[in-house]
């Protein structure tokens, strides 16, 4: 351990890095922090070699919200993160009588009751819900207890954008994939589901006729006007590649573009980002925050 240290802290680039393995585990947290810790302290964080942070073609990591602590769960009083609870709670929020219990439940994909702890539990509280709806197109352990299970055509009969996984690549690089195939019959992606279950939910809470008026033309002109496609778009305009408002702006990065390329394109190696990527007040990292 000792040599490992000193090879680590001498040598000329290095990065201690851990994913799953190291977070599903009793101090997961623990262990995830000392890893950054150590990239820091060692001088391996944002540097050629060491933990460097992509800058990606729609800046999600900039319109994501950061909080903590802003509320808490109802129950056994948990912080909220990212306007987010631990889904250990909802149990307890669902089964616990009292003003602001659980009693509809809308399950996106995903089968938390099969990888979560106490998932029997968790199947014991869906069964006490007036109504769940799943959107999924799988039977499983947490879908079974649905009343209403709406089921996404399959991902190539849809076009995609990674949001997520770019945030995580070594390179700088976009790619858009269209569908490769019309869904058979009557099919539904899981944006267009989401988006007229919405509507319909709006439409049913309004108070008067005028709300539900408003609420009907509001939610036709959403329908008619937004599609992922043109928030696909309109990300990549006013990215960092983008033309923004400039439509003669040479090799700026589009839809367009990206379909024209389907292998994707490439936008530059990692550069260093730091402190101007912070979003802390004061464009610095806090290694031992209180919380911790």
């Known amino acids: 351990m000792e040599r490992l240290a000193v090879e680590f802290?001498?040598?000329e680039s290095a990065i201690c890095y851990g994913r799953t393995g190291v977070s599903m585990v009793e101090f997961g947290g623990l262990c995830q922090w000392l890893m950054q810790v150590v990239n820091v302290i060692t001088g391996n964080i944002d540097e050629p070699g060491g933990m460097m942070f992509p800058n990606t073609a729609i800046d999600s990591l900039s319109l994501s919200e950061s909080s903590w602590d802003r509320y808490r769960s109802r129950v056994s009083g948990r912080p909220e993160f990212s306007s987010e609870l631990p889904l250990c709670v909802l149990a307890e929020e669902i089964t616990t009588p009292g003003e602001g219990q659980i009693r509809g439940l809308i399950a996106i994909g995903g089968n938390p009751a099969l990888s979560m702890a106490n998932g029997k539990g968790l199947e014991d509280a869906f069964d006490q819900l007036d109504f769940m709806v799943s959107v999924d197109p799988y039977l499983n352990e947490t879908t079974r207890h649905a009343d209403v299970i709406l089921p996404p055509v399959g991902p190539f009969e849809k076009s995609h954008y990674d949001m997520y996984y770019h945030l995580y690549d070594t390179i700088n690089w976009a790619k858009y994939s269209p569908r490769l195939f019309k869904p058979e019959g009557e099919g539904y992606t899981d944006f267009e589901?989401?988006?007229?279950?919405?509507?319909r939910i709006l439409a049913l809470r309004a108070k008067n006729p005028l709300s539900k008026a408003l609420v009907?033309?509001?939610?036709?002109?959403?329908?008619?006007?937004v599609t992922p496609e043109r928030v696909i778009d309109l990300g990549l305009r006013f990215g960092p590649y983008g033309p923004g408002l400039n439509p003669f702006k040479k090799d700026a990065l589009t839809l367009q573009k990206l379909k024209d390329?389907?292998?994707?394109?490439?936008?530059?190696?990692?550069?260093?980002?730091?402190?101007?990527?912070?979003?802390?007040k004061d464009k610095k990292i806090d290694l031992a925050p209180d919380i911790l």
Do not use: Q
């Open 261 to 280: 390329n389907p292998g994707g394109v490439f936008l530059g190696h990692l550069e260093r980002c730091l402190p101007e990527r912070l979003f802390t």
């Open 216 to 225: 009907t033309t509001a939610t036709s002109l959403v329908k008619k006007t």
């Open 9 to 11: 802290a001498t040598a």
């Open 193 to 199: 589901i989401l988006r007229e279950l919405f509507s």
